[in-house]
């Protein structure tokens, strides 16, 4: 995978303190995002919803304390409209179960103790945006697939052999193989670990 | 488990941590391995017998030695306050001694019964002396206020009395020709006036005998209680209309009456405690004892003595019963200052972890900002580059120790875990070293063995230690030192900390909970505190039970 140059990559940042917001928001552009500071998420979803279509941002960086959304409400509703962002947490009151909840309920990448440790804030965000793109790709390549592809693509990449996935759906062998065969061509996979990647 | 330096006293250090059974000190221990001090006590035991032996002659009768027996007190203050281990030697010594004076035959063939006879006394007391200690030892017995010193005490001086009686029956039912104890009504006429004569010995000499032998030993004692004024003419009121009330009731020709001296002891018992009760039953017995000497009939004399034992036996009970009600109180209000003081801790820590999330938000900006700023400049002036580096130091300072500050007093309940000891020691440091060095103070870290682990909850083991490094270095003030050292032992981890101090230091204010608190902790985790205070040192001792090496 070709890492993308950071310029390209926009990374949002949403917290209730105006400073440190646009304090992070300055301190990414310094590293070469494409930063950009929220006070509240309401805005950035109304925003967000918006660019989707054509400029999506790979990362946002959240707190976690915010006013009427706080940072996993907020996570949620992003990843109904866009599941190929990455999502950085921060906060003032860490908690072991927070910390466990953001990673594996909210899809967060990182869960950061303020005050910010600035070097791991960078190298998260750095592998967001590498995990948005390639995210994102692997989105696009599937996207093209017909509504019976896309449930023998989800039963392969589980594992199972074209014999299985033929009695789960249905379908004979053959007409298994057949999809098989388009599944590989719209993706341009080129084999059951290349649609494997894809799915991750 | 034992950590040397816990048990090890130095030249000039005393213990300071006082068992919890504050009446530790009435159980002072044989002191195993000098002979002399023994036998010196052994000596001074003996003439005191001998002498109050004689003394009580005049009160003696037949069938029994006497109605008033000053040495069942000299002995229960010996057994008491030596421990029921010198049972043996006292029975050897009280034998010898009847045996020079002739009380008991050397030979013949009923020699060995007066012999057992003899130290058969002895053995009731020390059977009497284990019985109580065993009972007020049981856990469970502290909270009892009926078991609060010096309840015990009481106890046994009434109990000893009364089993040495009883087991004087089957001798007086086998062979009662040998003391002239015949009849039924002899038999009884001899148990009651054993009783009677050691009742009213233990209570009258074993309370005196034994402050005084505290008071040698230096056991730290409040010392007698001062009365006031107003309390002694009350006492005296009390006592004048009891005797007065005696005196009228015998002079109308209704014999000797016990019960207004009763209530008169009773009353100052209650009223002022152990002492002042004792001191009246001393007037008591100085005034009425030497009417019962010599030539008196035996039936009016025993029933004279049974009535003065009544009054002995409820004064002294109402004084140990007003002390032990007095202590208790006292624990009550200690206990209240504690939770006071933890509630107080409980609102610092809300405190602190609010002022510590409030802080945290600001100084993520300013951390942020100051490295930005640093790395501006550089290549700036030397000035402007050495200022921009400094704060920049001291935010990214100031952020790592927001950062140790909220896991420590943040909501974090961790479960306990293997806790590698130099893991311990480093995040302890960590914590303390800004406060040690605040304080001008050196702290010194022993090279420690890196297996040693402990199974424990780490922040609250931090706590204690901090704890007991910040007292250390508050109490020794500018230039004191602190060593820190670590000994791992096949079972115990040894945490050891002494202070230093260069001089003498006024102690600084703290809260005084520190020490109660890390104590707390450390007995959670199945180990011990104690500490070792000495003029110009003070030495913290951590022992833990050790896991082994880390896995």
């Given at each position: 995978?070709?890492?993308?140059?950071a310029?390209?990559?926009?990374?949002y940042?949403?917290?209730?303190?105006?400073?440190?917001?646009?304090?992070?928001?300055?301190?990414?552009?310094?590293h070469?995002?494409?930063?950009?500071?929220?006070?509240?998420?309401a805005?950035?979803?109304?925003?967000?919803?918006?660019?989707?279509?054509?400029?999506?941002?790979?990362?946002?960086?959240?707190?976690?304390?915010?006013?009427?959304?706080?940072?996993?409400?907020?996570?949620?509703?992003?990843?109904?409209?866009?599941?190929?962002v990455?999502?950085?947490?921060?906060?003032?009151?860490?908690?072991?179960?927070?910390?466990?909840?953001?990673?594996r309920?909210?899809g967060?990448?990182?869960?950061l103790?303020?005050?910010?440790?600035?070097?791991?804030?960078?190298?998260?965000?750095?592998?967001?945006?590498?995990?948005?793109?390639?995210?994102?790709?692997?989105?696009?390549r599937?996207?093209?697939?017909?509504?019976?592809?896309?449930?023998?693509?989800d039963?392969?990449v589980?594992?199972?052999?074209?014999?299985?996935?033929?009695?789960?759906?249905?379908?004979?062998?053959?007409?298994v193989?057949d999809?098989?065969?388009?599944?590989?061509?719209?993706?341009?996979?080129?084999?059951?670990?290349?649609?494997?990647?894809?799915?991750? | 488990?034992?950590?040397?330096?816990?048990?090890?006293?130095?030249?000039?250090?005393?213990?300071?941590?006082?068992?919890?059974?504050?009446?530790?000190?009435?159980?002072?221990?044989?002191?195993?391995?000098?002979?002399?001090?023994?036998a010196?006590?052994?000596?001074?035991?003996?003439?005191?017998?001998?002498?109050?032996h004689?003394?009580?002659?005049?009160?003696?009768g037949?069938?029994?030695?006497?109605?008033?027996?000053?040495?069942?007190?000299?002995?229960?203050?010996?057994?008491?306050?030596?421990?029921?281990?010198?049972?043996?030697?006292?029975?050897?010594?009280?034998l010898?001694?009847?045996?020079?004076?002739?009380?008991?035959?050397?030979?013949?063939?009923?020699?060995?019964?007066?012999w057992?006879?003899?130290?058969?006394p002895?053995?009731?007391?020390?059977?009497?002396?284990?019985?109580?200690?065993?009972?007020?030892s049981?856990?469970?017995?502290?909270?009892?206020t009926?078991?609060?010193?010096?309840?015990p005490?009481a106890?046994?001086?009434?109990?000893?009395?009364?089993?040495?009686?009883?087991?004087?029956?089957?001798?007086a039912?086998?062979r009662?020709?040998?003391?002239?104890?015949?009849?039924?009504r002899?038999?009884?006429l001899?148990?009651a006036?054993?009783?009677?004569?050691?009742l009213?010995?233990?209570?009258?000499?074993?309370?005196?005998?034994?402050?005084?032998?505290?008071?040698?030993?230096?056991?730290?004692?409040?010392?007698?209680?001062?009365?006031?004024?107003?309390a002694?003419?009350?006492?005296?009121?009390?006592?004048?209309?009891?005797?007065?009330t005696?005196?009228?009731?015998r002079?109308?020709?209704?014999?000797?009456?016990?019960?207004?001296?009763l209530i008169?002891?009773?009353?100052?018992?209650?009223?002022?405690?152990?002492?002042?009760?004792?001191?009246?039953?001393?007037?008591?017995?100085?005034?009425?004892l030497p009417?019962?000497?010599?030539?008196?009939?035996?039936?009016?004399?025993?029933?004279?003595?049974?009535?003065?034992?009544?009054?002995?036996?409820?004064?002294?009970?109402?004084?140990?019963?007003?002390?032990?009600?007095?202590?208790?109180?006292?624990?009550?209000?200690r206990?209240?200052?504690?939770l006071?003081?933890?509630?107080?801790?409980?609102?610092?820590?809300a405190?602190?972890v609010?002022?510590?999330?409030?802080?945290?938000q600001?100084?993520?900006?300013?951390?942020?900002?100051?490295?930005?700023?640093?790395?501006?400049?550089?290549?700036a002036s030397?000035?402007?580059?050495?200022t921009?580096?400094?704060i920049?130091r001291?935010?990214?300072?100031?952020?790592g120790?927001?950062?140790?500050?909220?896991?420590?007093?943040?909501?974090?309940?961790?479960?306990?875990?293997?806790?590698?000891?130099?893991?311990?020691?480093?995040?302890?440091?960590?914590?303390a070293?800004p406060?040690?060095?605040?304080?001008?103070?050196?702290?010194?870290?022993?090279?420690?063995a890196?297996?040693?682990?402990?199974?424990?909850?780490?922040?609250?083991?931090?706590?204690?230690?901090?704890?007991?490094?910040?007292?250390?270095?508050?109490?020794?003030?500018k230039?004191?030192?602190?060593?820190?050292?670590?000994?791992?032992?096949?079972?115990?981890?040894?945490?050891?900390?002494?202070?230093?101090?260069?001089?003498?230091?006024?102690?600084?204010?703290?809260?005084?909970?520190?020490?109660?608190?890390?104590?707390?902790?450390?007995?959670?985790?199945?180990?011990t505190?104690?500490?070792?205070r000495?003029?110009?040192?003070?030495?913290?001792v951590?022992s833990?039970?050790?896991?082994?090496?880390?896995?």
């Amino acid at each position: 995978m070709t890492e993308v140059p950071a310029s390209l990559a926009t990374v949002y940042v949403v917290d209730d303190d105006h400073d440190l917001g646009a304090s992070v928001a300055r301190l990414l552009r310094r590293h070469g995002f494409a930063a950009e500071p929220f006070l509240d998420p309401a805005p950035l979803l109304a925003v967000y919803a918006d660019v989707v279509p054509t400029c999506p941002a790979h990362c946002i960086v959240t707190d976690v304390m915010m006013g009427d959304i706080d940072g996993f409400a907020f996570a949620d509703r992003v990843r109904v409209i866009d599941p190929g962002v990455a999502i950085i947490f921060m906060t003032a009151w860490p908690t072991t179960a927070n910390a466990v909840d953001s990673v594996r309920r909210y899809g967060g990448l990182d869960y950061l103790e303020k005050p910010i440790d600035e070097d791991r804030l960078v190298r998260a965000v750095t592998e967001g945006v590498s995990w948005s793109i390639r995210r994102r790709s692997a989105l696009g390549r599937t996207a093209r697939l017909t509504a019976r592809e896309r449930q023998v693509f989800d039963l392969l990449v589980e594992g199972h052999p074209n014999k299985v996935v033929a009695d789960r759906l249905g379908l004979s062998p053959k007409t298994v193989e057949d999809h098989r065969a388009a599944v590989l061509a719209k993706t341009g996979a080129n084999g059951l670990a290349g649609l494997i990647a894809l799915s991750r | 488990m034992v950590c040397a330096g816990a048990t090890r006293t130095s030249v000039g250090v005393t213990t300071v941590a006082v068992p919890a059974h504050a009446n530790g000190r009435a159980f002072a221990n044989v002191r195993s391995g000098s002979i002399a001090p023994a036998a010196a006590l052994l000596a001074l035991y003996a003439l005191g017998f001998t002498l109050l032996h004689e003394l009580a002659r005049a009160w003696g009768g037949a069938g029994f030695y006497s109605l008033w027996f000053p040495v069942a007190g000299w002995r229960l203050a010996l057994l008491w306050h030596q421990g029921p281990r010198w049972t043996l030697p006292i029975a050897l010594v009280e034998l010898a001694i009847d045996l020079i004076l002739g009380a008991i035959p050397l030979g013949g063939p009923d020699a060995p019964i007066a012999w057992i006879g003899a130290v058969r006394p002895v053995l009731a007391y020390g059977l009497a002396v284990w019985g109580v200690r065993r009972l007020v030892s049981r856990p469970g017995a502290a909270g009892v206020t009926l078991l609060a010193p010096p309840m015990p005490l009481a106890l046994v001086s009434i109990a000893a009395p009364v089993l040495a009686a009883l087991l004087t029956l089957p001798q007086a039912l086998w062979r009662g020709d040998l003391t002239g104890v015949e009849t039924a009504r002899d038999v009884a006429l001899s148990i009651a006036a054993f009783t009677v004569g050691d009742l009213l010995g233990t209570l009258l000499i074993a309370p005196p005998m034994l402050w005084v032998a505290d008071r040698l030993s230096g056991v730290p004692r409040t010392g007698l209680p001062r009365p006031g004024s107003m309390a002694i003419v009350e006492g005296a009121l009390v006592l004048g209309l009891a005797a007065l009330t005696g005196e009228m009731l015998r002079w109308l020709g209704l014999g000797s009456q016990s019960a207004p001296a009763l209530i008169g002891v009773a009353w100052i018992g209650l009223r002022f405690g152990r002492v002042p009760a004792w001191c009246a039953l001393v007037i008591v017995c100085a005034i009425t004892l030497p009417r019962t000497a010599g030539a008196v009939n035996t039936i009016e004399r025993l029933q004279f003595h049974l009535g003065l034992a009544s009054v002995v036996m409820a004064g002294y009970l109402a004084g140990s019963f007003h002390d032990a009600q007095a202590r208790a109180r006292a624990e009550v209000e200690r206990r209240d200052r504690l939770l006071f003081q933890a509630e107080r801790l409980k609102t610092l820590r809300a405190m602190s972890v609010a002022v510590i999330h409030e802080i945290s938000q600001p100084l993520s900006t300013l951390a942020i900002e100051a490295r930005h700023l640093h790395e501006l400049t550089v290549d700036a002036s030397n000035e402007v580059a050495t200022t921009a580096a400094l704060i920049d130091r001291k935010a990214a300072h100031l952020s790592g120790l927001v950062r140790r500050l909220r896991r420590y007093g943040g909501r974090a309940v961790d479960e306990p875990s293997p806790l590698p000891i130099a893991t311990l020691i480093e995040s302890v440091v960590a914590l303390a070293k800004p406060e040690v060095q605040a304080a001008d103070v050196t702290l010194t870290i022993a090279p420690l063995a890196p297996s040693a682990t402990v199974m424990a909850q780490e922040i609250e083991l931090s706590q204690a230690l901090v704890n007991l490094i910040r007292n250390a270095a508050q109490a020794c003030g500018k230039g004191g030192e602190i060593l820190l050292t670590v000994d791992a032992q096949e079972e115990a981890v040894c945490i050891a900390m002494s202070n230093k101090c260069a001089r003498t230091a006024a102690p600084s204010a703290g809260m005084g909970v520190g020490v109660l608190v890390a104590r707390a902790i450390v007995e959670a985790h199945g180990g011990t505190l104690s500490l070792l205070r000495a003029e110009d040192m003070v030495r913290a001792v951590i022992s833990l039970p050790a896991i082994g090496t880390a896995a």
